[in-house]
Structure formats: structure tokens, C-alpha cells
């Protein structure tokens, strides 16, 4: 059997260091952030998410726009592998049973506060504004058409609008990189 007809192309060594250098340091961040500050276990999760980077060509070469998140879902997963994998190891079997709470919600908690500000600042500034001003600051609508000088109709009308919009925003990167995963995988 011709062993070039079973391997599996792989990106380009040129392909791979400009993706180390847009994206490695950012996907270095994240990693420290998702082990809590653990820099080996970080470069691990970076190292393997890169990995799968150059097992996955058609990602890394044709499909800039997506990249990023799809680096960034690969360094979640990977994060919550190694985690999983580590904890099976380490498990102590106790008499009775403690409830812990699962270090993987923060590791969605960190994905989630940086895709919501990922997708805020992508709003118009009108929109930022009233969707700061609701959903970080607790203000009601009066309080926020009294400072901007606006009508409260305008403030509920711009947050129906960045709403629906972040909506969009939010589910737009998932369902791609998802997508993309999904069809690597089968």
C-alpha cells in the first residue's frame, strides 16, 4: 500500500509560522487565562491546538476569516480535554461525595466574556453605548434617555436592535467553526 495515498495533508510550514505569528501569542493569552495562570499546561494546550491547526490545511489556508475562531474553539476544547483527562487521574474516591464546583465553567465563563466584548465593540457606537449603559451599568431606560438627551423610545429601540444584532454576532463564529469540526471529524 502506497503509504503517500494514507497521509493526511498537513498546512504548509509557511502557512503554519504566519498563523503562530497573527495568532500565537493571543492563543497563549487564552490558555494562561483558561488554566489559571499555568504557563506549562497553557504552551501545552497552544502547542496541541496548533497541532490541529496543521492537520487541518484547508482551515489554515484557505479560510482566514475563520481562523481565529476556530482557534480559539480548537484552545477551549483542548483546555477541557487536558482538564478531564487530568482530573480521571488524580480522582480520589471519598465516602461520601462532595459537591465541587467544575473548573470547566470557567474556562466557558472566560470564553463567553471575551466573545461578548468581541462582539460588542463590532456594534456602532449608538448601540454600544445603550447596551453599556442597560447591561453593565444597570441603568433603566429613562435614566439612560435622560443622559444621552434621547426620547426612551430611541433607547429601547436601539437595544431591541444591538440585541438582535449581538445575537447574530455571537452565534455567527460557532456555527462556522462548529460546522467546520463537525465535517473534519466525520
Do not use: C
Amino acid at each position: 500500500m502506497n503509504v503517500a495515498a494514507i497521509r493526511q495533508p498537513t498546512a504548509t510550514a509557511e502557512a503554519m509560522s504566519n498563523l503562530w505569528r497573527l495568532h500565537g501569542g493571543a492563543l497563549l493569552r487564552f490558555a494562561q487565562k483558561l488554566t489559571l495562570g499555568d504557563g506549562q499546561r497553557a504552551e501545552d494546550i497552544v502547542q496541541e491546538t496548533m497541532v490541529r491547526a496543521w492537520r487541518n490545511p484547508e482551515i489554515v489556508n484557505n479560510r482566514e476569516h475563520l481562523v481565529r475562531p476556530w482557534l480559539f474553539t480548537v484552545t477551549r476544547h483542548v483546555a477541557i480535554d487536558l482538564w478531564r483527562a487530568r482530573s480521571r487521574h488524580d480522582e480520589i474516591i471519598e465516602d461520601e461525595p462532595v459537591d465541587r464546583p467544575d473548573p470547566a465553567e470557567h474556562i466557558d465563563q472566560a470564553v463567553t466574556a471575551i466573545d461578548v466584548r468581541t462582539a460588542i465593540a463590532k456594534l456602532s457606537p449608538k448601540h454600544q453605548v445603550i447596551i453599556t449603559e442597560m447591561y453593565y451599568r444597570g441603568r433603566q431606560v429613562e435614566e439612560i434617555a435622560e443622559s444621552l438627551g434621547i426620547p426612551a423610545g430611541t433607547v429601547k429601540s436601539r437595544a431591541y436592535y444591538a440585541l438582535r444584532h449581538l445575537k447574530q454576532l455571537m452565534a455567527a463564529p460557532y456555527a462556522s467553526a462548529d460546522d467546520m469540526l463537525t465535517s473534519q471529524a466525520g
